[in-house]
């Protein structure tokens, strides 16, 4: 796709591909406490927790739906019932 002609637009590639590496979870962090001052340290751990939250929250709700599902229940119950239990913030 990118000829000789266009070498450094080739290279700027290579380049961006070579910086992509697999970052896992504490990967991340330490790169994140290398970078982040203490006082936002704070704050993305916040935002991790509300991040986690809402994942954990809405595999939850899949498996509900799923469950209730297999049992017949009609949609708008579920829907209700998980309103009123899980969506409480």
């Known amino acids: 796709m990118f000829s000789e002609k266009h070498s ?3 290279d700027r590639i290579n380049k961006f591909q070579n910086s992509m ?3 896992t ?9 290398k970078v982040l001052k203490p ?3 704070q704050k993305a751990f916040m935002l ?9 929250e809405i595999r939850t709700i899949k498996i509900l739906e799923s469950l209730a599902s297999k049992l017949s229940i009609k ?6 019932t998980i309103d009123s239990t899980l969506r409480r913030d």
Do not use: N, Y
């Open 48 to 56: 991790a927790t509300q991040i986690d939250k809402a994942t954990q």
């Open 25 to 33: 979870p504490l990967h991340a962090i330490e790169k994140a406490t």
């Open 8 to 10: 450094e637009t080739r």
């Open 75 to 80: 949609k708008e119950v579920v829907q209700k």
């Open 39 to 41: 006082e936002l340290r």
């Open 21 to 23: 590496e697999k970052v």
